[in-house]
Each structure stands twice: as C-alpha cells, then as structure tokens.
C-alpha cells in the first residue's frame, strides 16, 4: 500500500511541475535546480538519486526547463551555474569528501537527508554509545 501511495505522489508531483512548465512558472528555484543537477553529477553514486521521488521530480523538471536532454541545447545561463557547482563540489569532494553546509542544509530542507555527517550529531551517537 505504501508503495502505491509513493508511486501516486511521484506522479501528482510530476503533474504539477509539467504544469508549471506549460505555463512557464518556476516553481523549482533556478539556483536549487544547478545544484540538485550538479550533486548528481558529482555525487550521482548516492542511492538517494533513485529513491528520493521528490528528489527524482525536480531532476526530470530541471531537465525539462533547462533543456538537459540529449538533443537540446543547454540554456546558457544555467550550463554556467552549473559548472561553477560542479567545480566547487569536485574541490570540496577532492579536498574533504564532503558536500559544501549550505548545499547540505538544502538537501536536508527539501529532501529530508544529510551528506555530511554533522559534529552535534556525531557527539550524540557517541554519547549514546558510551550509555
């Protein structure tokens, strides 16, 4: 039953940002769109990618508004931002293996995770481990 219940909201969610696109609304920030894209690009490994339907959604929208298919040609504006993320996240991967906090402070608002694993959070699953 859940899984028909995900798979229903995965496709209202797809309506709704087909819509939007119809009516040349951007529903989905331009900024958050690079980044999504670019974190797939550069992280595209994490299994997030595939089970998120939310997530999965505003991929496909991204795609569609900024034309990242196949055929296309890319909206200028857009391929520069980016490649500007994708540069900064291959530094932050290279240097740190990490995901930059305000790219991670927006996964964990619209997506519900973390990349990065958080000091406060490490110190309180030690503390409940020494219990």
């Known amino acids: 039953m859940e899984n028909l219940l995900d798979n229903k909201m995965f496709q209202f969610r797809e309506a709704v940002y087909d819509a939007s696109l119809q009516m040349e609304l951007g529903i989905v920030p331009f900024e958050v769109c690079a980044i999504i894209c670019a974190m797939l690009l550069v992280w595209g490994n994490h299994e997030m990618f595939t089970h998120n339907h939310r997530l999965v959604a505003e991929l496909r929208y991204a795609q569609k508004r900024f034309h990242l298919n196949g055929s296309e040609i890319p909206d200028r504006k857009f391929a520069a931002m980016l490649q500007s993320y994708v540069e900064q996240l291959q530094l932050m991967q290279d240097r740190e293996s990490r995901v930059p906090d305000h790219i991670d ?27």
Request: hydrophobic content about 20%; proline content about 0%.
């Open 105 to 131: 402070d927006i996964f964990q608002e619209r997506y519900g995770f973390h990349f990065n694993k958080r000091a406060d959070e490490s110190e309180g699953e030690n503390k409940r481990l020494r219990k």
